[in-house]
């Protein structure tokens, strides 16, 4: 069973920068798809961005474009989102997923999850 676990949450201010990473354990996600998603206080999980299992396709939401940067090492089972000119509106519990097929903007294609780590940016 593959365990994801976020870290380097925290609080920002605003056009800080944060990375966070997620390591698995349990089992190699080197052949599965990751993404990054987030959840905002009353708000629905939404996408941030995915990564193919080779790292060769990466794809972004929207908002994130040119500031965030998914990334794998395979050797460490991790999986990391460089974030930098960070907003206010970036405020949320980002969680990490692993899909065993190609990767997928829906977060129902999704097969583990990791808990959350909060990130905080202040105006």
């Known amino acids: 069973q593959v365990q994801l676990v976020e870290s380097g949450g925290g609080l920002v201010q605003a056009g800080g920068s944060l990375r966070l990473a997620c390591a698995a354990s349990?089992?190699?996600?080197?052949?599965?798809?990751m993404g990054w998603f987030r959840q905002a206080p009353g708000k629905e999980r939404e996408f941030v961005a995915l990564?193919?299992?080779?790292?060769?396709?990466?794809g972004y939401e929207d908002s994130v474009k040119g500031r965030f940067t998914i990334s794998r090492d395979n050797a460490k089972n991790t999986v990391y989102l460089q974030m930098i000119s960070l907003k206010p509106e970036d405020t949320a519990v980002y969680y990490c997923?692993?899909?065993?097929?190609?990767?997928?903007?829906?977060?129902?294609?999704?097969?583990?999850w990791g808990q959350g780590t909060q990130v905080t940016v202040s105006s």
């Open positions: 349990g089992g190699t996600v080197s052949r599965f798809a």
């Open positions: 997923a692993a899909d065993r097929e190609g990767g997928s903007r829906w977060s129902s294609n999704y097969d583990y």
């Open positions: 990564i193919n299992w080779s790292g060769s396709y990466t």
